[in-house]
């Protein structure tokens, strides 16, 4: 599509950003907070790029007021954020932290403020410590503690807030803190007890859902934002297509990086028949029975998509990586750019679980710094988006129903192990001074968002 050409969407379509509570709040100890899996993990100086950890990451706690403001200059329709856990609640269960439930009162309160949708996630990683201490996701009680939390924050929130995601990336959670150990709280477990792990944190997905819509006073629209793994067809062949949703859903090896293994059974109420035969006998006693809470009704279909494999078909119809380019584009993070994911990912998604889409996450990370005139020039994060949208755009003109698009990040911040070596935000962070500078992919998309459709990419 030629980049100067009219890239519209509906006029309901949400623009917004997300965040996580770890990454940028700071404040690990203040006003009563206790210690989470990454406030302890990070604090492992070899666990991070040179030592970083969140300590006070963009000291958002301290300073959220001007940071909504931000926000509003941006014209955010709404702003994804997480909660703290243990900030909320101390030790995971039991005795509730009045400051710190306070501290996202007035956070909600300042986004309605500000005429900015709150969108509230219940855990995005920094799990109770204490909590860790007594088998974390490996103990089946978690589903209660998750349940009893998400009670709390449904009783004090949601008379304003009625947008809610359970838990931000469970393949994470399970492949990089669970099994390889590069993510908190850094464990290497067999194959079994990642099973347990995932098949709770399913549970607790479903127990969290029923408590907030026992417990808050808004209607409830409600989904989780899982890692959206997408195949897109080299051409638009029936056969490759045929083969990229196949490559999308199919569980063909012994790794957490797909779709189904959690989003069947949120959806579907049964766990996939390929995973199965991986990890069926792994389950624990009794999973059959926890199907029923698993399955609760879903108001959209998040997805994280920030790049997807190009694939096509071979002769018994299964899929297999298809060579791009030669020199690809790379982001910061090396992830090859491929706008095509954010078409077919929210079309194969739609496709098979009968839900409207809701872009939680997409964004890129850029070598940014503020340049010798005070400006941050990050032209390749504006390219890169309006790329992305160009095909977002397309797949809502083809009748998929995308509610809306939450770029990662508002601001920069931490970057689990890359610590502060990694920026993804519309928004300059200096470390050192806590200077915020918007950059110039912020006030494009200030435009975008005024205009409803994609402006040119000269600004």
């Not at 790329?387 to 009748?399: E, W």
């Amino acid at each position: 599509m030629n980049p100067t050409s009219t890239v519209s969407f509906p006029a309901d379509f949400i623009w917004g950003a997300s965040s996580a509570s770890y990454q940028i709040e700071g404040a690990a100890e203040e006003d009563g907070k206790g210690l989470s899996v990454c406030d302890v993990f990070y604090r492992q100086p070899q666990n991070a790029w040179e030592g970083d950890n969140g300590d006070v990451a963009c000291d958002h706690y301290h300073r959220w007021e001007s940071d909504l403001d931000l926000m509003k200059q941006i014209g955010l329709h709404a702003y994804r954020f997480s909660i703290s856990w243990p900030r909320v609640i101390p030790t995971g269960s039991g005795a509730v932290n009045k400051a710190g439930l306070d501290f996202y009162d007035r956070l909600v309160d300042g986004l309605l403020a500000r005429g900015i949708q709150p969108m509230c996630c219940l855990f995005h990683w920094d799990f109770p410590y204490d909590l860790h201490l007594r088998g974390g996701w490996l103990n089946r009680e978690v589903a209660d503690w998750f349940a009893d939390y998400a009670k709390v924050i449904a009783g004090r929130l949601g008379d304003r807030v009625s947008s809610w995601v359970t838990m931000n990336e469970p393949q994470v959670v399970i492949m990089g803190g669970h099994r390889s150990g590069v993510h908190a709280p850094g464990l290497r477990l067999p194959l079994c007890d990642q099973v347990r792990a995932a098949h709770h944190m399913l549970l607790s997905h479903g127990r969290a859902l029923q408590a907030l819509r026992a417990g808050c006073k808004l209607p409830v629209k409600a989904g989780a934002a899982p890692v959206g793994v997408v195949r897109f067809p080299a051409t638009e062949s029936p056969a490759d297509i045929e083969a990229a949703r196949a490559g999308t859903f199919d569980i063909t090896e012994d790794t957490f990086w797909n779709n189904t293994w959690y989003a069947d059974p949120m959806v579907f109420g049964h766990y996939p028949e390929d995973g199965m035969k991986f990890w069926g006998a792994h389950l624990p006693a009794g999973w059959e029975n926890d199907l029923a809470d698993i399955r609760q009704p879903l108001d959209f279909y998040g997805a994280n998509i920030y790049n997807g494999q190009r694939v096509q078909a071979l002769a018994d119809g299964s899929c297999a990586p298809a060579r791009g380019d030669v020199g690809p584009r790379l982001t910061s993070m090396d992830w090859k750019v491929t706008p095509e994911s954010l078409y077919w990912g929210p079309r194969f998604f739609h496709e098979r679980y009968k839900l409207p889409v809701l872009i939680t996450e997409n964004g890129m990370a850029n070598n940014d710094w503020v340049q010798s005139d005070g400006r941050v020039r990050d032209p390749q994060r504006i390219d890169f988006t309006h790329r992305y949208l160009t095909q977002l755009a397309r797949a809502v003109g083809d009748g998929v129903p995308v509610l809306g698009y939450m770029h990662w990040t508002w601001c920069d911040n931490f970057e689990w192990h890359f610590g502060y070596s990694r920026r993804f935000g519309l928004v300059h962070i200096d470390y050192e001074t806590q200077a915020r500078t918007p950059k110039d992919s912020a006030k494009w998309y200030a435009e975008l968002i005024r205009g409803g459709c994609l402006p040119p990419l000269e600004i």
